[in-house]
């Protein structure tokens, strides 16, 4: 009875602190009570024997001695049914206590599978195909034994010189949030012990997105009120989502390095939003923490133990040291068992702890990687992702017996086709853009010319060619490239330029600070369009670039990123138009690298800047430049055309237990059927904290056929009115809120309704 009182009463206590309260597992306890504490340590050691992207200086050794020595909780960098049964067994007969391990790996967009890169994937705000294409990725990763994945990386990014916002949706915390949760839902699916599902990570909590400068794993200093309104909203809806596992990032917060951050890593992530799995370190980054000042291994790894990570990944500062910690007292003997009794139940999660050879079916491989399923999913997300920057007359679709000059360093190109952070892709299973375009228009006639390098500078293509040739050099003279691209252009109808960034030249450790298209390319453009001939650039890249002398230009852009495995198929479904483009941009683009950080979110300010857009002294704005990007968020063209109308509200007002719904007439007005993405922006006129210009609410993508039209209504609550005050309480205010329904966050606001009390 006493028991029984006492539960009642620490539930309750777990349930008022906002801790999940969380049932013990029978089969987690007792091998806890079974192990030395040297035992439980081990279980918080993932190691890399290599295979995989060493991204730190160090590889891990003698794995198998450790695996055996019961020193390993989890690999990464192993795959294939084989070799993950080789490990396990390892693991299972040969250490004293017979635990299966972790077996991880970064899968970011698809496995072998490649989709596009995950900024590009946002781009088609589709969350149904985002979490398809998650679950394509967690069958084929899974079918190779992996049942542990590094993402989804949400974190919000505004800089377009952080090499990283290739890898997460964009600057948005609303539109970052649906899609953390797709994909989490898509990777973990709806039973996790299911082996073709895997276990999720949310990455990198938290801030990572916003270091200083744009320059990777920076210094990031910001306002809590900013953290909660704009930058954690992403890794709370993975959390809520059901995330396992949450992976630390490597720079710190008010001061604090992330993997040593007990506010972040208990206070707010298990005590205030009730996570339950368990906290990784990113590569070494536990160690990285004696660089940051924080002291010496002994006294980061117990740092960081006791703020709240579980597991140490590569750097081994827990396996040398935890124990040390224990026996001076530094770190407590209960701390660790809660750390390992948190990976042991992600095993269970997982059903590992059943059968340590789920992931191990030899006959899967060949039924599900690489399936024409899976590669006709690939496909339709890069065409779903591609966003039309500009049109210039009709030079767009293009007919399928066009006679065609193919120019460009990404025209004919496998090496980059899958862009950054795909290294269980094959660069060689590509699809170039010429095979493309000859496979959808077989009476095309297409010649193809390199023109021009991707860039010309060799010391600057050695630093990108780490995993491979991504910029390869021409033998050739920059003159004579250019000469021969000019002469196939001017025997063309139509020029197709393929041009822009080399896979790594986003990505980890890839920050750049000239966001421009490189100069060896923009020769290139430059005399493609001084032959008069009609010129369509297909841009490919990893990051919003400064394309403002590009736009100047009389040529039609159609954005692809790095599209993946099926690139050049996708770029010629879009191109000859069996489908029309639909994908808007989930960052602003700026009109120079001066901008940035640049986002439509942007406040007011006491002195706003000039709605025209010229100069005012004494307003906020610049002498040399628009406050405005040179493209929104939220932006992007169609071969047809929409026209919004009859945008209103249903009711003067919503009282705070009530709901209002917000709606458009859209209509297509163009000469083709097409998808739209409806958006709608608020703006909360009187607020306790100084609330942003605009926020998304809400989207809905929308297909209309020409001369069609649709009423697309949205329903709020004052739920979705909500935003953290001064004193990070989630709240909304009674007052009035303006509105607009558009296809791109530039719109205006002409109409408004009241929140009542
Ligand atoms: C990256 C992580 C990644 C890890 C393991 C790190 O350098 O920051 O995103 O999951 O390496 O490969």
Known sequence: MRNFKLSVALLLFLGLSGLQAQERIPEVEELLEKMTLEEKIGQLNLLTPGGGVATGAVVSEDV????????????????SPEKVRQAQEIAVKNSRLGIPLLIGSDIIHGYKTTYPIPL???????????????????????????????????DIARDPRWGRIAEGAGEDPYL????????????????????????????????????????????????????FNEYLPPYKAAVDAGVGSVMTSFNDIDGIPASGNKWLLTD????????????????????????????DLQDVSAMAINAGLDMDMVGEGFLTTLKKSVEEGKVSEEQITKAARRILEAKHKLG????????????????????????????????????????????????????????GPLANNKNNMLGTWAPTGNTELSIPVLEGLENVAPDAEVTYAKGANIADDSTFAK??????????????????????????????????????????????????????????QKKLINKLVATGKPVVLVLMSGRPLDISEEMALPVSILQAWHPGVEAGNAVADVLFGDYNPSGKLTNSWPRSVGQVPIHYRMKTTG???PESGEFQKFKTNYLDSPNSPLLPFGFGLSYTTFEYSDIKASADSLNADGSIQLSARVTNTGNYDGEEIVQLYTHDLVRSVTPPGKELKGFQKIFLKKGESKTVSFTITPEDLKFYNSQIEYVFEPGEFEFFIAGSSDGRFENSFELKE
């Open 64 to 79: 198998e001695t450790k695996i055996k020595a019961g020193n390993v909780g989890g690999v990464f960098g192993v795959s």
């Open 120 to 154: 590009g994937l946002s781009s088609s705000w589709d969350l149904e195909l985002i979490k398809e294409g998650a679950q394509m990725a967690a069958k084929e990763a899974t079918a190779d034994g992996i049942n542990w994945n590094f993402s989804p990386m949400v």
């Open 176 to 227: 970052g949030s649906q899609i953390a949760k797709a994909m989490v839902e898509g990777y973990q699916g709806e039973d996790l012990t299911q082996p073709s599902t895997m276990m999720a990570t949310v990455k990198h909590m938290a801030l990572y997105g916003a270091p200083e400068a744009g320059r990777d794993y920076n210094t990031v200093d910001m306002s809590r009120l900013k953290m």
């Open 268 to 295: 707010l992530l298990r005590e205030r939003w009730g996570f339950g799995g368990f906290v990784v370190s990113d590569y070494t980054s536990v160690n990285e923490m004696i660089a940051h000042g924080m002291g």
């Open 352 to 407: 590992l702890l059943n059968d340590p050879y789920l992931y191990s079916d030899e006959s899967r491989p060949e039924k599900d990687i690489l399936t024409d399923e899976n590669r006709s999913l690939a496909r339709k997300a890069a065409t779903r992702s591609f966003v039309l920057l500009k049109k210039h007359e009709n030079t767009l679709p293009l007919a399928k017996d066009a006679n065609i000059a193919l120019i």
């Open 463 to 520: 630093k990108v060619n780490v995993f491979g040739k991504r910029i390869e050099i021409d033998e050739r003279t920059p003159e004579a490239m250019l000469k021969e691209a000019v002469e196939v252009a001017n025997n063309s109808d139509v020029v197709v330029a393929v041009v822009g960034e080399a896979s790594e030249m986003s990505g980890e450790a890839a920050s750049r600070t000239d966001i421009t298209i490189p100069d060896s």
């Open 607 to 609: 002195r706003p800047g």
